[in-house]
T-cell receptor, first 110, second 115 residues
């Protein structure tokens, strides 16, 4: 599975959009981009995943560049409860493992 | 519906003791995974079950660690002769299948502290 690179930490103001970038320049054609987050003392929570098209659900939007070498997770109106570590994971066609990196620690400020 | 549940939520034991950690997956999920998370790090894969069989146990750190899933539902992670370095959060996840489109859903974890 391709390696991902994320900023160590970010912050944003409550009510504003949080845009979390992820670089996955070695991604191959059958690999999906997954996003999970982990709120303190809880298990990882699935957010969204995509292959090449942009995706949106009730939690977030996922924007994948045309060359698929990077993506951005967008939380449109961040709340204090969105403060968490966000993990970007690339997962291949036959791969069942999730390989977590260090993630981005997002702090939402009041 | 009910999510993945894990018991106990916290376990404190002494070095050298045996512990069992239990995972109840989402009903109907055939794939089950165990991960371990040390303080300040992301979760690391331990073992994956498809049905009753362990399809991949390559992440188990040594032979003190063993996991079973005898009826293809509940799984138990067993640690013998615990060491202080085993202290971590043990996470269980399940998914409907095992392909890369199958989302894994995690439980809250069991926090193990070995004194």
């Amino acid at each position: 599975d391709a390696k991902t690179t994320q900023p160590t930490s970010m912050d944003c103001a409550e009510g504003r959009a949080a845009n979390l970038p992820c670089n996955h320049s070695t991604i191959s054609g059958n690999e999906y981009v997954y996003w999970y987050r982990q709120i303190h003392s809880q298990g990882p929570q699935y957010i969204i995943h995509g292959l090449k098209n942009n995706e949106t659900n009730e939690m977030a939007s996922l924007i994948i560049t045309e060359d698929r070498k990077s993506s951005t997770l967008i939380l449109p109106h961040a709340t204090l409860r969105d403060t968490a570590v966000y993990y970007c994971i690339v997962r291949g066609g036959s791969s069942y493992k999730l390989i977590f990196g260090s993630g981005t620690r997002l702090l939402v400020r009041p | 519906g009910a999510g993945v549940s894990q018991t106990p939520s916290n376990k404190v034991t002494e070095k050298g003791k045996y512990v069992e950690l239990r995972c109840d997956p989402i009903s109907g999920h055939t794939a089950l995974y165990w991960y371990r998370q040390s303080l300040g790090q992301g979760p690391e894969f331990l073992i994956y079950f498809q049905g009753t069989g362990a399809a991949d146990d390559s992440g188990l750190p040594n032979d003190r660690f063993f996991a079973v899933r005898p009826e293809g539902s509940v799984s138990t992670l067993k640690i013998q002769r615990t060491e202080r370095g085993d202290s971590a959060v043990y996470l269980c996840a399940s998914s409907a299948g095992a392909g890369s489109q199958e989302t894994q859903y995690f439980g809250p974890g069991t926090r193990l502290l070995v004194l």
